[in-house]
């Protein structure tokens, strides 16, 4: 049965740069037929796509997120990872990984790591 | 973005009772819908994608409907372990995909 895992910060100053890492168990991140996403949860903005990366490193980004987002994957480790620049309280959130089932039709999240909460204070 | 607008935002209903949870998309999405279930504290767990297809290893009782804007999840039957938060999600080929903003089923 696969497994997702968060790892990472539980708190991170404003301005700073935040980075996760999704560590993927029961199931490979070579899988051809699954892209790999982050997903955030918060009270005030509810869930959330980031992006979603291809094991080849091809990725697709939420536009408003984009010119602060960089997602990567480490087969060797298998794991995937997001860096998200210049945190602010807006950021604030549980961030959860997800395996994305993309063919284009149908297209869904599934299964969901239980996510990481991260907060964003001096 | 597609805005997903989801009634009613919070739902009391029996053990037994039939329940239907309405999700509508701004714009026309196709079947481009799935729906989620998510318990506290726990991960969002996947029902039904592209609209009516039960994902495996859940319930039969858990149903979707609906194309173009106007979507629906249907539980025939509630049992004890369907109180949670459910979430529509559009998959359509528009970044970003977006989520409406739950429905919250308690016991009454």
């Known amino acids: 049965q696969l497994q997702l895992q968060e790892s990472g910060p539980g708190l991170v100053k404003p301005s700073e740069t935040l980075s996760l890492t999704c560590t993927v168990s029961g199931g490979s991140v070579t899988d051809s037929t699954y892209y790999w996403a982050w997903i955030r949860q918060s009270p005030g903005k509810g869930l959330e796509f980031i992006g979603s990366i291809y094991y080849s490193g091809s990725t697709t980004y939420n536009p408003s997120l984009k010119s602060r987002v960089t997602l990567s994957v480490d087969t060797s480790n298998n794991q995937f990872s997001l860096r998200l620049r210049s945190m602010t309280a807006a950021d604030t959130a549980v961030y959860h990984c997800?395996?994305?089932?993309?063919?284009?039709?149908?297209?869904?999240?599934?299964?969901w790591g239980q996510g990481i909460l991260v907060t964003v204070s001096s | 973005d597609i805005q997903m607008t989801q009634s009613p935002s919070s739902l009391s209903a029996s053990v037994g009772d039939r329940v239907t949870i309405t999700c509508r998309a701004s714009?026309?999405?196709?079947?481009?819908l799935n729906w989620y279930q998510q318990k506290p504290g726990k991960a969002p767990k996947l029902l039904i994608y592209a609209a009516s297809s039960l994902q495996v290893g859940v319930p039969s009782r858990f149903s979707g409907s609906g194309s173009g804007t106007d979507f629906t999840l249907t539980i025939s039957s509630l049992q004890p372990e369907d109180f949670a938060t459910y979430y529509c999600?559009?998959?359509?080929?528009?970044?970003?995909?977006?989520f409406g903003q739950g429905t919250n089923l308690e016991i009454k």
């Open positions: 997800a395996r994305h089932y993309d063919s284009g039709w149908p297209n869904w999240f599934d299964p």
């Open positions: 999600q559009q998959s359509y080929n528009t970044l970003p995909y977006t």
């Open positions: 714009q026309t999405i196709s079947t481009y």
